[in-house]
């Protein structure tokens, strides 16, 4: 706008870009810059348009995409609020994630929860930080595993300790031999190195509020890579959204993070 970059849109995985310049034989009104290493496959522009006469179904389903993105660009342009909050989450790698921890500061009380409750829930080590990472406007990105499509962490570990699930978490098993190499290879600072501790009963705090007592079970413990698993395998998900007394915690996936910025115009 004017000499002003603005960011319209995002085009994640399986999407499709430059159809409204085909459809309306206009000049392309916008450009497209890869957020993260992709492959894409180029059509011809005469065939795409014999496509469109040689199926009704296809050539409906673009024309609706191409009025969607229309008002949405329309929408966008007038309110570049929104397109900072989207060039933020953009420039901040989100679009690699596939699940990622935000929290709404205009809801945040400061009370740690989240964390007390992570650690709770991970022998007393916390696997976020809600003060580190990133903020733009009211939208702020705590130090917290994104588990990443296809992770950093994964690239150089010498036992193979690392592992994603079915449902898309990535964790770290025992066999971790604590080499740090995860940690150095994620850009996001969401892996530490901690010794890891032992749950041992405290029977007073048991007796009076059922509850553990978590110590350090001395200085020569090896270290292992920690970060965060999702809490994966535990009843009713993440222990940091469960414990947020005002809803500001969220676990969500960037897709429907960047429609919900778009959409907050």
Known sequence: IGTREITL????AGHYVGEMALLSDRPRSATVRAAVDCEAIRIDGERFKALMVESDSARSAVE??????????EKMSQHESASDVLEFLLSQGVSEATDILVIDESLCT????????CAATHDGIARLDREAGPSFANVH??????????????VDCPPDAIKRSANGEVYIEDSCIGCGNCEKNCPYNVIQ????????????AWLLFGQD????????????????????????????VRSCPTGAA???????????SSAST
Do not use: W
């Not at 969220?250 to 919900?260: E, V, Y």
């Open 9 to 12: 849109s995002y085009a994640r």
């Open 193 to 204: 190195m901690a010794a890891l501790r032992l749950r041992r009963p405290n029977f007073l």
């Open 110 to 117: 400061g009370c740690d929860n989240c964390e007390a409750a």
């Open 213 to 240: 007592r978590f110590e350090a079970v001395g200085a020569n413990v090896p270290e292992q890579a920690v970060k965060c698993d999702m809490c994966i395998g535990i009843d009713g998900g993440p222990a940091c």
């Open 64 to 73: 609706r995409t191409f009025r969607e993105r229309v008002a949405a660009n």
């Open 250 to 260: 969220a676990r969500i996936s960037p897709d429907r993070l960047i429609n919900l």
């Open 141 to 154: 990105l705590p130090t917290s595993c994104r588990h990443c499509e296809h992770p950093y962490c994964m």
